[in-house]
C-alpha cells in the first residue's frame, strides 16, 4: 500500500536518482582530446612528478638543475613535485583529466601502452623521434630501449634505472658447501637441497609482495618458451592453461613445498628478506639490481660486498630460452606531455640524456639505462660487476605481469600466496589468471 | 559525581574481634582481580607502544636480526635525526597541526549548534534532516574524493591546505552532530525550558546552558574528531601535490623505497615524535575533562 | 515554548553553516558518484552510458560477493567486540575504579592515536614466524604447540585484524560510553541500590536502560566505520591472501583508482551505502521496540 509518507519517499527518490545521471552526464565532458603532435607549447615551469619513495631521482634532477643544466634551468625552472608510489594511477588519471598534467611524470606501467588511458588520449611523448631529432638518441643504451619498448608499446619512458633481476648468492655459503652456479633449473634445485640440508635458507623471499615470487614463475616461461612466451598469451597465439606454462606454476609451488623460500615466507617482507641475505642466513636471494644500495651499505651488508654474487636464472632442460636473457626492467614509467613540449623542454631532455647517466653512478651508485658520458672513479666493486654485465646483454627479457591489464596484474600477484601455500592448484592459479586476461582485453 | 558505594558489601566473620581486621584484610583481597586486570590491560595496551620506541634506537639490522623485546645496543639518535631531515618531518608536523586544529575547531563549532538545533528545537522536517546527516556517515569517503578535488581545482585552491581542511570539516561534520544530538537528548527538556522562562531566547539558552552543559561531550568529540584527522591518511594523500603540504600521514609513507622496503628505524623515530606530541595534546585535553568533572557542572 | 524554540532565525543560525557545508561538499558529490554507476570509465577517457548494467555486474562478480561478506563479517565481529570491551571497561572506569580511572583511561585510549600503518606493522612484527619470530609464536611454543603463519590464512588474517580493531579502539568506545555513563543521576542508582539491585542486577536493569541513547549511537556509529574498514585490511596483508580479506572499500578502492573504471567503483560505493543503510535502519527498528517494551 502506498501511504502518503512512502510516495514523498519515492518522489524524493526518484528526483535524485535523476540529479545524479544528470550531472554525472555534464561532468563527463572533459579530458579526452585527441592531439598527438609532439611539439606543443613550453610551460611556465619544468614541473616532474616523481615517487615519494624514490628520492633519488628528484635529487639528481635538482643537481643536474644546479649544476649541468644551470642554463636549461634558467631558461625554464626545475619544480618537482611527489605523490606516494601507490597512489600514481589514481593522482595521474585525475591530473591528465583537469589538463593538469606536469611536463615529465611519472605514471602505471598500464597507462602508458597504446590501450592504456595516457596512451589513448595522446598524453604520452614519443621520446625516440624526439631524442633522434636532438641528435643524443645513441645515449639511451640499446639494452634500455629494447626493454621500454617491450614494456611499453613504444618509447615512452626514460630509463632513469635500468635494472637487471637475477639470484644475489652469498659466495662464502657455496664454497663452504662446493656448490659452483647452477646452469639449469634442475641443478639450482639440488644446491637448494643441500644449503637446506646444511642449515641456511635457501631463498630469501619477499612473499609479502607477491612479484618477487611471480618473477620466478615469469623466468621459468621465458627460459621453457622462449622470450615472447608472455607476448604470446597476450596475443592470443598461447594460453596460460597450456602444459608447459602450468608447468611453470608447478614448479615453483615445488620450490615453495620443498621449504626452500624459507619458514613464513608468505609474510616476510622486503625488508627482513633482503635482512636474512645480507646477514648470512640465507644463501641465495632473487631480486634486481637495485639491492645495490643495499649491498653497499656496510651497516647493512654484514657478509660483506665482495662475498656477493649475481648470477642469472638458469635455463630450463629442453626450453627455448638461453640462460643469458637476462630479465630486465627500467623502473616506473617516465613519460612526458606532448602539449607541454616546446623547445626549452627538449633542451631539458636533451641536457638529461647527456649528463644523466655518469652522475647517477657517480652520485648514488644507480645503473641507469643512459649511457656513461664521463669517466666515474671509485665505483663499489658490486656495482661495477652489474654495470659491465649490464652493458654485455644482447637479449632481455620481461617479467610475468609486464604485458597483463591491472586487474590481471593484481589478481596474479594476490593470488600466488595460494598457489605456494598449497591452496589452489597450478592449473586453477593459471586458468583464472588467463580468464581475468580475456575479460579485460 | 559524588563517589559510588562498592558493588558487594564485604562478608562479616563470625568472632567479634577478628571483624575489622579481616574486613580489611577482605577487602583487599577482593581488590586483587581488579589489579590483575588493570595490569593486564596495561601490558597489552602499552607494551607495544614501549616495542616501537624501543625500535627507533635500533638499526635496521637490528631490528631485524634480534629478538623483539631485546633492548637496543646504542642510544644513538641517528634514526630521529633521518626521520627530522629525510623525512621532512618538521615540515609534516607543521601542516598536520595546520590542518587538523581549524578543522576540528569548525566541526565542533558548527555541529554543536546543528546538534543543537536538530535535538532541541522544535521544527517541522527536523528528523528528516537528521536521517540526511546520518546518511552521510554511512558513504564511504573515497567515493567523493574525486569530485572534489575537481570542485577544488576549479576553484583554484589545490595548492594549499584548504582542500583538506574542508574536506576533514565535511567528512566529520555528520558524526559530529549526529553524536551531538544524542548527547542533547539524553538531558531532560525541562533544563532548556527553564531558562527560557525569564525571556530569555533560545540562541542565549544555547549560549548559557546548552554549551556549558555539554562540556564533557565537547571534549570527548574534540578529542575524538582531532585523532580522526591526524591519522587520517586517504584525504592527504589525494590532496598532497606537493611535498610541502604532506602531513605527518605521508610522510611516514615516504619512509619506504620504491621497492618496498620499509625503513623501520625512521619509521619508528616518527611515530614515537608523534606519539609524544599527541600525549601532550590529550594530557592536556584530558586535564579540562577531569576539572570539568570535579566542578561538578554536569549536574545543573 | 514551542515559539521560543520554534524561532526560525535561531535554527537558521544554528544548522545554517552545517547544512550549507554538508550539502554542498557530501550531498552533490555524492549524487555525482551515485549517478556515476550507470555509467562506465572514467574521467579522463570519459564516459559511456550503460543503464544496469554495472548493477548486473556487481552480482555476477565473485570478488565483488566474497569483497561483500568479508565487510560484513567484519563489521559483526568488530563491533560486537568492540562494543563489549567498550562497555565492559566503561562500567569498570565508573564503578570499579571511580576516581583513579583518569590514568587507565589515558593509556587505554592511547592505541587509537596511533597511525594505522604502524599498528599493522606491529601485529605483522607480534606474529611473524621464521628466523624472527615474534612473541605471539614465541608463546604458542612455550605451550608446547607449533609456530603458525598466522597471515598465511584468511581466518588468521581476520583474526589478527580484529584483534587489532579492538586493541586500538576499545579505548575509545571506552570513553565515548565513559561519557554517557556518567550523564546517569547519582539518586537513581543508589534508590536502586537501596531496592535491593547490585552487582549485575544493577547493571542489567538501570544501567544499560539508562545509556541506552549513547550505546545505540555507538553501535551505530562503529558499524558505520566497521563496514567501511579500508586502513587496517589494507596495511596488514593487502587484502590477501589472495583476495580473501578485501573488504568493499578496499575493491571499490581498487576499481576506480588502479583501475580506472570509476563507473563500476561507484556502484560498489553505493552498494556499501545501501548495506551500512539496512544496517542502520535494524538497529533504529530494534531499539525503538526496546523502548516500547
Redesign the interface.
Known amino acids: 500500500m502506498i501511504t502518503r509518507r512512502s510516495r514523498r519517499t519515492l518522489v524524493a527518490v526518484s528526483l535524485?536518482?535523476v540529479?545524479?545521471?544528470?550531472?554525472?552526464?555534464c561532468?563527463?565532458?572533459?579530458?579526452?582530446s585527441s592531439g598527438n603532435a609532439a611539439s606543443g607549447k613550453d610551460p611556465k615551469a619544468f614541473t616532474v612528478l616523481t615517487?615519494?619513495?624514490?628520492?633519488t631521482l628528484t635529487a639528481e634532477l635538482k643537481e643536474l638543475a644546479s649544476g649541468a643544466c644551470s642554463a636549461e634551468n634558467k631558461a625554464l625552472p626545475l619544480k618537482s613535485?611527489?605523490?606516494?608510489?601507490?597512489?600514481v594511477?589514481?593522482?595521474v588519471?585525475?591530473l591528465?583529466?583537469?589538463n593538469?598534467l606536469p611536463v615529465h611524470f611519472i605514471a602505471?606501467t598500464a597507462?602508458v601502452t597504446p590501450s592504456g588511458?595516457?596512451g589513448?588520449?595522446g598524453l604520452v611523448l614519443n621520446y625516440e623521434k624526439e631524442l633522434k631529432k636532438l641528435g643524443v638518441w645513441d645515449d639511451i643504451l640499446p639494452g634500455a630501449a629494447s626493454t621500454v619498448t617491450s614494456v611499453y608499446g613504444q618509447m615512452v619512458s626514460l630509463p632513469y634505472q635500468y635494472n637487471i633481476e637475477g639470484i644475489w648468492f652469498n659466495k662464502k655459503i657455496f664454497d663452504k658447501l662446493g656448490l659452483s652456479e647452477p646452469t639449469t633449473f634442475d641443478e639450482l634445485m639440488a644446491d637448494a637441497g643441500k644449503i637446506k640440508d646444511a642449515g641456511y635458507?635457501p631463498f630469501a623471499t619477499?612473499g609479502?609482495?607477491a612479484w618477487p615470487v611471480t618473477r620466478l614463475i615469469g623466468d621459468y616461461i621465458f627460459r621453457s618458451m622462449g622470450p615472447d612466451a608472455m607476448k604470446d598469451v597476450q596475443d592470443g597465439k598461447a594460453k596460460l592453461t597450456d602444459a608447459k606454462y602450468v608447468k611453470a606454476a608447478a614448479a615453483i609451488q615445488q620450490m615453495a613445498q620443498d621449504g626452500y623460500f624459507?619458514?613464513?615466507?608468505?609474510?616476510?617482507?622486503?625488508?627482513?628478506a633482503?635482512?636474512?641475505f645480507?646477514?648470512g642466513?640465507a644463501a641465495m636471494m632473487y631480486d634486481?639490481s637495485?639491492l645495490l644500495s643495499?649491498i653497499n651499505d656496510k651497516?647493512?651488508d654484514?657478509i660483506g660486498s665482495d662475498n656477493v654474487g649475481l648470477m642469472p636464472f638458469p635455463a630450463v632442460a629442453g626450453g627455448k630460452g638461453s640462460i643469458d636473457q637476462w630479465p630486465a626492467n627500467a623502473g616506473?614509467a617516465m613519460a612526458m606531455n606532448p602539449k607541454d613540449y616546446g623547445p626549452k623542454v627538449g633542451q631539458w631532455l636533451k641536457c638529461i640524456a647527456n649528463n644523466y647517466g655518469a652522475l647517477a653512478l657517480k652520485k648514488d651508485g644507480v645503473v641507469s639505462g643512459f649511457k656513461i658520458n664521463k669517466t666515474v672513479t671509485n665505483v663499489d666493486g658490486p656495482t661495477k660487476m652489474v654495470q659491465k654485465k649490464v652493458s654485455d646483454i644482447k637479449q632481455t627479457v620481461l617479467w610475468f605481469e609486464a604485458l597483463m591489464?591491472?586487474?590481471s596484474t593484481?589478481l596474479a600477484q594476490?593470488?600466488v600466496?595460494?598457489l605456494t601455500?598449497g591452496?589452489?592448484t597450478p592449473k586453477t592459479y593459471m586458468s583464472q589468471l588467463q580468464a581475468s586476461i580475456d575479460a579485460n582485453k | 559525581m559524588t563517589t559510588m558505594k562498592t558493588m558487594a558489601e564485604p562478608i562479616l566473620t563470625s568472632t567479634p574481634s577478628g571483624r575489622a581486621r579481616s574486613r580489611r584484610a577482605l577487602r583487599i583481597v577482593r581488590r586483587i582481580p581488579v589489579w590483575i586486570i588493570v595490569a593486564v590491560l596495561l601490558i597489552v595496551v602499552l607494551y607495544p607502544q614501549f616495542w616501537m620506541i624501543m625500535g627507533s634506537f635500533k638499526t635496521q639490522t637490528e631490528f631485524l636480526s634480534n629478538p623483539t623485546w631485546s633492548l637496543p645496543q646504542h642510544w644513538d639518535l641517528s634514526n630521529y635525526i633521518d626521520a627530522l631531515t629525510r623525512g621532512n618531518v618538521a615540515v609534516n608536523y607543521r601542516n598536520s597541526i595546520l590542518v587538523t586544529i581549524p578543522a576540528v575547531c569548525l566541526i565542533v563549532l558548527f555541529g554543536v549548534a546543528a546538534g543543537y538545533a536538530l535535538e532541541v528545537m522544535i521544527w517541522r522536517g527536523r528528523n528528516s534532516v537528521l536521517l540526511l546527516i546520518l546518511a552521510g556517515i554511512m558513504v564511504p569517503g573515497q567515493m567523493i574524493l574525486v569530485p572534489l578535488f575537481t570542485f577544488y581545482f576549479k576553484i583554484g585552491i589545490t595548492d594549499s591546505l584548504w582542500p583538506m581542511i574542508i574536506t576533514y570539516t565535511v567528512d566529520g561534520l555528520p558524526l559530529a552532530t549526529f553524536l551531538m544530538a544524542a548527547y542533547f537528548r539524553s538531558v531532560p527538556r525541562e533544563v532548556f525550558e527553564a531558562s527560557t522562562m525569564d525571556g530569555a531566547g533560545a540562541l542565549r539558552s544555547f549560549f548559557t546552558i546548552g554549551l556549558p552543559l555539554m562540556r564533557n561531550a565537547i571534549l570527548t568529540i574534540a578529542l575524538v574528531e582531532f585523532f580522526s584527522v591526524w591519522n587520517d591518511l586517504l584525504v592527504a594523500l589525494t590532496f598532497t601535490t606537493d611535498p610541502s603540504l604532506a602531513t605527518i600521514q605521508v610522510g611516514l609513507l615516504s619512509l619506504n623505497d620504491q621497492y618496498g622496503s620499509t625503513q623501520y628505524g625512521p619509521l619508528f623515530a616518527a611515530v614515537s615524535i608523534n606519539i609524544v606530541a599527541l600525549l601532550i595534546v590529550f594530557v592536556f585535553l584530558n586535564k579540562k575533562i577531569m576539572s570539568g568533572l570535579a566542578a561538578g557542572s554536569l549536574k545543573g | 515554548m514551542k515559539r521560543v524554540f520554534g524561532d526560525r532565525k535561531t535554527i537558521l543560525i544554528l544548522l545554517g553553516p552545517t547544512l550549507v557545508i554538508y550539502v554542498l561538499l557530501k550531498i552533490v558529490p555524492v549524487m555525482w558518484s551515485l549517478g556515476l554507476s550507470f555509467f562506465d570509465g572514467n574521467s579522463l577517457s570519459g564516459f559511456t552510458f550503460t543503464g544496469f548494467a554495472n548493477f548486473g555486474r556487481f552480482f555476477t562478480d565473485p570478488i565483488a560477493i566474497q569483497s561483500l561478506w568479508v565487510s560484513i563479517i567484519f563489521a559483526l565481529l568488530a563491533t560486537g567486540g568492540q562494543i563489549i570491551l567498550g562497555y565492559l571497561l566503561a562500567l569498570l572506569y565508573v564503578f570499579v575504579l571511580r576516581k583513579g580511572s583518569a590514568f587507565i583511561r589515558t593509556a587505554v585510549f592511547f592505541p587509537m592515536v596511533l597511525p594505522t600503518v604502524a599498528v599493522a606493522l606491529l601485529f605483522r612484527n607480534l606474529v611473524s614466524v621464521g628466523q624472527n619470530q615474534g612473541p605471539i609464536n614465541d608463546i604458542i611454543n612455550l605451550f608446547g604447540g607449533k609456530s603458525v603463519e598466522f597471515l598465511a590464512s584468511s581466518v588468521g588474517t581476520m583474526a589478527v585484524a580484529l584483534v587489532m580493531t579492538y586493541w586500538s579502539s576499545m579505548g575509545f568506545y571506552a570513553v565515548l560510553l565513559y561519557t554517557g555513563l556518567l550523564d546517569i543521576p547519582d539518586e537513581v542508582i543508589e534508590s536502586a541500590r537501596l531496592d535491593g539491585a547490585n552487582g549485575l542486577r544493577l547493571v542489567r536493569h538501570i544501567v544499560v536502560p539508562l545509556s541506552m541513547p549513547i550505546l545505540i549511537s555507538s553501535i551505530i556509529f562503529s558499524f558505520n566505520s566497521t563496514l567501511k574498514v579500508f586502513d587496517s585490511l589494507l596495511a596488514l596483508n593487502n587484502g590477501g591472501p589472495g583476495t580473501s580479506t578485501t573488504p568493499l572499500t578496499l575493491y571499490m578502492f581498487q576499481t576506480a583508482f588502479n583501475y580506472s573504471d570509476y563507473g563500476y567503483a561507484s556502484t560498489i560505493a553505493l552498494m556499501l551505502t545501501i548495506l551500512c543503510l539496512l544496517f542502520t535502519l535494524a538497529i533504529f527498528r530494534s531499539s525503538s521496540r526496546k523502548a516500547e517494551a
Open positions: 535524485a536518482a540529479t545524479a545521471v544528470t550531472l554525472a552526464a561532468s563527463s565532458g572533459s579530458g579526452a615517487a615519494n619513495e624514490n628520492p613535485q611527489t605523490v606516494a608510489q601507490a597512489d594511477v589514481q593522482k588519471t585525475l591528465a583529466s583537469q593538469a602505471g597507462m588511458d595516457l589513448k588520449n635458507t619477499d609479502k609482495d624459507g619458514q613464513g615466507f608468505v609474510s616476510t617482507d622486503a625488508a627482513t633482503t635482512n636474512a645480507l646477514t642466513k634486481g637495485w643495499n651497516s647493512q654484514i616506473a591489464d591491472a586487474k593484481s594476490s593470488n600466496s595460494l601455500t591452496q589452489m
